[in-house]
């Protein structure tokens, strides 16, 4: 059980807020969620279950402006320009080597 709630439950005990049986139903609550928890994080490593949030992927460093733009930045632009640099890319790919060093030189 959460050690904060532990000791609310002490001290509410003592305070005779609460009976001894209210707190073990409390105790036992929070047993019950942590059992819980842990079984579906077992579940979900079996299954190979992978939950992904945004919060998480900023913190991780894998979600950034690179991947959400800003919000002076045109969205359809940029995916345009990306489009246009993938056609180039594949355009150039297609070229002698001695075509291309021509137009990269240009």
Excluded: P
């Amino acid at each position: 059980m959460i050690v904060v709630y532990e000791n609310a439950c002490k001290q509410a005990v003592e305070n005779e807020e609460i009976t001894k049986e209210q707190a073990a139903k409390v105790r036992n609550y929070y047993k019950g969620q942590q059992k819980s928890r842990k079984k579906k994080e077992k579940t979900k490593e079996k299954h190979n279950i992978i939950i992904n949030s945004l919060e998480k992927m900023i913190e991780d460093g894998k979600f950034g402006d690179e991947t959400l733009g800003s919000l002076v930045e045109n969205t359809e632009d940029r995916a345009m320009k990306n489009m246009d640099m993938e056609h180039l890319q594949e355009c150039l790919g297609r070229l002698s080597e001695s075509d291309r060093r021509i137009i990269e030189t240009i």
